[in-house]
């Protein structure tokens, strides 16, 4: 079953960090490129970037770099988001989504929700 | 990149045609053919609805259609049913593999 299947809800403090993880199965996990996709409560999906799956390279909007890191396992067809020193306007959820030809984002993992307090 | 602009909510009867637009510049809907959409409903993850302004992937009801005059797309759905309340958002390519979304739009069957 082609899925991206995402890590649990989180509750951290400020200035804490956080790794959300987004794992794939049923495709060829770096045959697509994997975006995160931020929603805080009540609001709008916002795109924080992506990361090549063959290359590790990640590219982040602008508004997400510094404290924002995308990170690779290949061996585990898996991708990560790590937030650091965390803010309570992190808040909120956390998608990873697949891209195959950076046009759309075709498969969405199920959410992480982050709560800051 | 700003968010594009969506109406906040479009309401419709069952069974009739809404129009959602998507306004956005010339550096991204207006340049690009990268415009898709995305059903998002309460507590759930985004549901990939149209890509490339127009084509729809399959498993989507034709009901569903997409287009782009200038730097505006809009998605169409015909025949509104009551599944089809949702939040809608659009998202277009902006160059140098970045990406924007919509701010979203609140569909009410009524």
């Known amino acids: 079953q082609v899925q991206l299947v995402q890590s649990g809800s989180e509750l951290k403090k400020p200035g804490a960090s956080v790794k959300v993880s987004c794992k794939a199965s049923?495709?060829?996990?770096?045959?697509?490129?994997l975006i995160w996709v931020r929603q805080a409560p009540g609001q709008g999906l916002e795109w924080m970037g992506w990361i090549n799956t063959k290359t590790g390279n990640p590219t982040y909007d602008q508004g997400f770099t510094g404290r924002f890191v995308f990170s690779l396992d290949t061996s585990v067809s898996t991708a990560y988001l790590q937030i650091n020193s965390l803010k309570a306007e992190d808040t909120g959820v956390y998608y990873c989504a697949r891209d195959p030809s950076l046009s759309a984002f075709d498969l969405w993992g199920q959410g992480t929700v982050v709560t800051v307090s | 990149q700003s968010a594009l602009t969506q109406p906040a909510s479009v309401s419709g009867s069952p069974g009739q045609s809404i129009t959602i637009s998507c306004t956005g510049t010339?550096?991204?809907?207006?340049?690009?053919?990268?415009v898709s959409w995305y059903q998002q409903h309460p507590d759930k993850a985004p549901k990939f609805m149209i890509f490339d302004v127009s084509r729809r992937p399959s498993g989507v009801p034709d009901r569903f259609s997409g287009s782009k005059s200038g730097n505006t797309a809009s998605l169409t759905i015909s025949g509104l049913q009551a599944e089809d309340e949702a939040d809608y958002y659009c998202?277009?390519?902006?160059?140098?593999?970045?990406?924007?979304f919509g701010t979203g739009t609140k569909v009410t069957v009524l």
């Open positions: 049923g495709y060829t996990f770096t045959n697509y490129a």
């Open positions: 998202s277009s390519y902006t160059g140098s593999t970045h990406f924007v």
């Open positions: 010339s550096s991204d809907i207006g340049r690009f053919k990268y």
